[in-house]
């Protein structure tokens, strides 16, 4: 088992880095220690540990761990990610797919490369704690989601694919979607009103180019070819569109 060599009193700085990433600024969340000890171990390694983490895990020298040298640094990590992603979960509802992809943004190898490879148990320990304190449960988004949505002109296609963007299982999705009605027709005939006012106040026959934009719109919408026929009814000959 690891034995402690040395613990020294530092200070690290490793904040927030700010980068242009696709124009835009944003801050990468620090998961490094700003002061507090270095630890050295009896296989040659030393990483930076809080003065937090030194006191629960007792971090003394010549003192041998109290617990497997692998699963410490696990909780460890646990316990900084968790912090870094606890206001991305908390005042908005996220799937678990969405937390996984914050987690794989943290820059672990810019505190020590040692942390990457606790990664994949440290995230398996935060998505129970996630999942046992309710900050995610997909089943709840869900239902949330379509509680939102649906009072929307929408299709149940759309909602399915903007679901599944999320992460969510198609099943879980299936299941949700067969219990809400929505009046598609009635969503498509709002949809196309608003985007095209002239066409949809003139009830003139349109060309077959203009028909065409407006049946790949509503279709880009998710509805079916007989809902954007019945929309558009009195407007030339859908047939040569659909």
Not at 4 to 19: D, H, L, P
Not at 65 to 75: A, E, G, Y
Not at 218 to 227: C, I, M, P, V, Y
Request: aromatic share 10%.
């Amino acid at each position: 088992m690891e034995q402690i060599q040395s613990v020294v009193s530092c200070k690290k700085v490793a904040a927030f880095e700010t980068q242009e990433t696709a124009g835009k600024k944003r801050k990468k969340a620090a998961l490094a220690v700003r002061e507090g000890y270095c630890v050295t171990f009896n296989t040659g390694l030393s990483v930076y540990f809080s003065s937090d983490e030194v006191a629960e895990y007792y971090f003394y020298e010549e003192a041998p761990l109290k617990h497997p040298f692998d699963t410490v640094m696990t909780r460890i990590l646990f316990r900084r990610i968790l912090t870094a992603v606890l206001p991305f979960v908390v005042f908005t509802k996220r799937t678990e797919m969405q937390v996984r992809r914050r987690v794989a943004e943290l820059e672990l190898g810019e505190i020590e490369p040692v942390w990457a490879q606790y990664r994949e148990g440290a995230t398996l320990l935060l998505m129970t704690y996630l999942k046992g304190e309710q900050y995610v449960d997909d089943e709840r988004y869900v239902q949330s989601f379509l509680r939102s949505h649906t009072q929307k002109p929408t299709s149940k296609r759309s909602l399915s694919a903007e679901l599944s963007k999320r992460g969510i299982a198609q099943g879980l999705i299936d299941a949700a979607l067969a219990d809400v009605e929505i009046d598609e027709a009635e969503g498509a005939r709002v949809l196309f009103q608003k985007k095209f006012p002239e066409a949809a106040r003139g009830r003139g026959v349109l060309s077959q180019k203009e028909r065409a934009k407006i049946y790949r719109y509503l279709a880009g919408k998710g509805f079916s070819g007989e809902t954007i026929r019945k929309v558009t009814q009195g407007f030339g000959e859908e047939d040569e569109v659909c």
